[in-house]
């Protein structure tokens, strides 16, 4: 009687495991899907009318906001958007807008939402604990590369997005992991 | 009771290290324009009022007492009051090495929470006389009760100690519900215990109120005790916008006493949720008591709802003992090693001030710009003469004079909130500048010169050394006219 429950908690974790997986093979898709969609500066001056007539489209991935290719100059700013009760504003995070061509100086900006980025990395963080350490979910190995990949993923990809806060969340979420190996 | 050598080595080792911190800022006559509120609201004692008599600031009354009382035994003198809590920070450290030893023994968990401690307050946003470090004491003393034995006495005097809290800063009434719940949940619940713990903390409260009723002033007291701190919450304030400047500015400020502040959140957090992962698990309650205390502190923060720093006091306070915790010898280690580095650090920054001020300890005072000015003035100020003072009031406490208006401290004038209520109760005037300036005090110091006062003449300050004046604004031109 005691295996059959055993052997049936541990299909059911099994099968959170597997939805955790399927969640993160969903994340990492739409970052492919972004990255092919990265607005390029340098490519993309060449046909810059098609470009600036589209909104939200264009996935940018660089640290740094402005740039000199040629003689243009680059200047983007982040802009903060809110992402509820506007949920369709979710696609635009880390993307591009508002961007236009005047005096050989483009101006635009990139979206971002630090709030929702840090519940993003809170709850991920906090989440992947709860599942090692509480409900014995993956294995360390599987949670270990859950966490580096998740937030590697979030950091790079959201990168506009990061702040100070998000540093501290991921700093303070890696100690109570360590705490929970290494002072237990 | 003999004291062991290495506990005389800390004692020495807190004493000199609150001076080399305490002192680098004390050349600075204005670290924070409350601490001059505090001192020039407090002086109403000795004109035989009491405050929101005729002088209002919005903390409750014993506060002021406590600042008058430091008066008395320095005699005005604003640097010996700096130095007063010089020392009330050195008896919050010794306090903080004597508690929490039932579990933990050693001299890591006994020194490291009030090393910690120092350091989080080692920055100038926490070097002024805040109402904050008088709370902690009380606190502190409530926290010793506590864990000394159980008796009924013990209990009562806990209550006491908040109640005296409470009557320093009306936040700290949150306290009382956090010990009620430590006290219930460690003992088991007990309404005798919670009945004492309650009429306990009643009783100064009970004692304050009898004394303002006395002198009719009831109205007041509740106004300035309940009616005002209630409406603090009608101002729009966010928790995490509030950290987050907090700990942009604290990173900013030194990273290693920051990773120290990320260490003590984790390991915080760790240790509260670790409890539930074993089955047969033991409550620790001493740890308990920390966790419920954080969070009451950070309650505490989130109504005072303004995000000053040093409303966060508190908090870091009670975070500082989370550490102690830590079983491991190369997770001490780690803890110890970041501590030295930091103190090293802190001590690098802040000596060169220090020891410029202990060379000039003699005249830091003289040095002081609106104390020279104050003396200038006496010869001028008759006993009967009024002082209107919107920015540098540290010029009544000079002067020993009341403001001219109700509200003592610079910033009320712009709490619409507070100023909304003063103006029911028909304390000030709905333009409050203007009316005070009819009023034609002797002297009126106003933040700007952009107000004509046709029959007053500007006073000549141009010999005060403006940077001694105002830690934070430097440049802060005075603005003082006397009638002609």
Request: glycine share 2%.
């Amino acid at each position: 009687m005691a295996n059959t429950t055993k052997k049936f908690q541990k299909n059911r974790l099994r099968k959170l495991e597997n939805l955790l997986y399927f969640f993160f093979a969903i994340l990492i898709f739409f970052g492919i899907v972004n990255v092919l969609t990265y607005f390029n500066l340098k490519e993309s001056i060449k046909d810059f009318d098609t470009i600036s007539s589209s909104y939200c489209e264009y996935f940018i991935f660089t640290p740094s906001l402005q740039n000199q290719i040629e003689n243009i100059s680059i200047e983007f700013s982040k802009k903060d958007i809110y992402v509820f009760p506007d949920l369709q504003n979710l696609r635009c995070i880390g993307k591009v807008g508002e961007f236009f061509l005047e005096d050989n100086q483009i101006k635009g900006h990139v979206y971002t939402n630090t709030k929702l980025v840090n519940l993003t990395i809170l709850l991920f963080n906090l989440s992947q604990i709860v599942f090692h350490y509480f409900m014995r979910v993956h294995s360390k190995r599987n949670f270990y590369t859950l966490v580096g990949i998740g937030n590697s993923f979030i950091f790079l990809y959201l990168y506009n997005s990061i702040n100070l806060v998000s540093f501290n969340l991921l700093f303070v979420s890696l100690l109570i992991i360590y705490f929970f190996d290494y002072e237990t | 009771m003999k004291l062991k050598a290495n506990t005389v080595i800390f004692y020495l080792f807190a004493f000199f290290q609150v001076i080399i911190i305490q002192f680098s800022t004390h050349h600075v006559e204005t670290l924070d324009w409350d601490i001059n509120a505090f001192l020039v609201t407090s002086l109403e004692f000795g004109r035989g009022n009491l405050p929101y008599e005729f002088q209002y600031e919005n903390k409750p009354p014993l506060l002021f007492f406590l600042f008058y009382l430091f008066s008395i035994i320095t005699e005005n003198n604003l640097f010996f009051i700096k130095i007063i809590n010089d020392f009330i920070i050195f008896l919050i450290l010794i306090m903080m090495s004597n508690l929490y030893k039932k579990n933990v023994k050693s001299a890591y968990s006994k020194y490291t929470p009030p090393i910690l401690f120092l350091l989080f307050t080692s920055n100038v946003w926490f070097h002024p006389n805040y109402s904050e470090y008088l709370v902690i004491l009380f606190l502190a003393l409530a926290q010793i009760f506590n864990n000394k034995n159980d008796s009924m006495f013990n209990i009562f005097l806990i209550g006491l100690s908040i109640g005296a809290a409470s009557l320093i800063n009306v936040g700290s009434v949150l306290f009382l519900i956090s010990f009620i719940f430590i006290i219930n949940l460690t003992r088991g619940v007990n309404l005798l215990k919670t009945v004492t713990l309650c009429c306990s903390f009643s009783i100064p409260h009970l004692l304050m109120i009898s004394i303002y009723a006395y002198n009719n002033l009831i109205t007041e007291y509740f106004m300035a005790l309940i009616e005002v701190p209630l409406s603090y919450r009608s101002t729009s304030f966010s928790l995490t916008s509030a950290l987050t400047v907090f700990f942009v500015a604290f990173e900013n400020y030194n990273s290693y006493i920051y990773s120290l502040l990320l260490i003590s959140i984790a390991f915080l957090i760790y240790k509260t949720v670790d409890k539930f992962r074993h089955k047969n698990y033991e409550y620790d309650y001493e740890f308990i008591e920390i966790v419920i205390l954080c969070i009451t502190s950070l309650l505490f923060f989130q109504i005072a709802g303004k995000g000053y720093y040093h409303h966060l006091l508190l908090f870091l306070y009670f975070l500082s003992f989370s550490t102690k915790w830590i079983n491991k010898e190369k997770n001490k280690f780690i803890i110890i090693f970041i501590i030295l580095i930091s103190l090293i650090g802190v001590n690098r920054q802040t000596s060169p001030a220090t020891f410029s001020n202990l060379r000039n300890v003699d005249n830091i005072q003289n040095n002081y710009p609106m104390f020279q000015i104050a003396l200038n003035l006496k010869k001028d100020i008759s006993k009967d003469d009024s002082i209107f003072s919107t920015n540098n009031i540290l010029l009544l406490y000079y002067l020993d004079k009341p403001n001219s208006s109700y509200i003592v401290h610079p910033a009320l004038f712009n709490y619409q909130e507070v100023t909304e209520i003063l103006v029911k109760y028909e304390k000030i005037k709905d333009d409050e500048l203007k009316d005070n300036i009819q009023k034609s005090p002797k002297i009126i110091e106003l933040n700007t010169d952009e107000i004509s006062l046709g029959e007053y003449k500007k006073l000549e300050t141009t010999y005060i050394d403006s940077n001694l004046l105002n830690y934070w604004s430097k440049n802060n031109l005075l603005h003082i006219y006397i009638k002609r």
